[in-house]
């Protein structure tokens, strides 16, 4: 997918020390109907304690709507533990792209589902800022349900911002800085 999104200036000033900006959530239904799910991709912008952005994206299971494991789930699922203490399945971070506010910003995004051989891509302003390759799907094996396109919610509540000219593909198409990394990648 593709789409350019812009956050106000205030937004890097307002943003907390270890505080995070959302870009993008990706979430699945839930299992047996339920409405918790097994597994999230999120893409933010993110403070360090020392005050400096990045870009990062985060594979959780901070999906879950429920403390506990639901009773007709498959043996092993885990249980979602809190959001601050949330399993993590990987996370990518990336310090090199500038974070930038209130100036418009190209963002491209390339999944391919898989428990262990997964592809995660990531591009901001036609550079790469996440390449990862294993886990892209929760233990339930559920189906995307709740994409948030350009989340403006953060660590210290509410945010605003703008999105425009969203693309949504099943293979990153030509001129797309993914292509040929998705190619490549996929070719095991």
């Given amino acids: 997918m593709r789409y350019y999104f812009k956050h106000p200036t205030t937004a890097g000033s307002t943003l907390p020390n270890d505080g995070l900006l959302t870009v993008s959530d990706f979430k699945p239904s839930g299992y047996g109907g339920t409405f918790g799910g097994d597994f999230r991709i999120f893409t933010s912008i993110e ?30 699922i885990k249980p ?21 506010f209130n100036a418009w910003h190209k963002f491209e995004l390339y999944i391919h589902w898989h428990a262990t051989k997964g592809l995660c891509l990531w591009a901001i302003d036609d550079q790469i800022a996440c390449a990862h390759q294993g886990r892209t799907l929760g233990e339930y094996n559920n189906q995307w349900g709740r994409l948030m396109l350009f989340g403006i919610y953060n660590s210290y509540g509410p945010g605003s911002g703008s999105i425009v000219r969203h693309e949504a593909w099943d293979f990153p198409k030509n001129g797309s800085v993914l292509q040929d990394l998705a190619r490549k990648m996929l070719a095991w």
């Fill in 80 to 100: 979602f533990v809190s959001i601050s203490g949330s399993f993590w399945y990987w996370k990518e971070t990336n310090k090199v792209i500038p974070v930038t």
């Fill in 47 to 76: 403070k360090d304690s020392s005050g400096n952005l990045m870009w990062r994206v985060t594979a959780d299971r901070a999906s879950y709507a429920t403390p506990s494991t639901p009773a007709n789930a498959p043996d092993g």
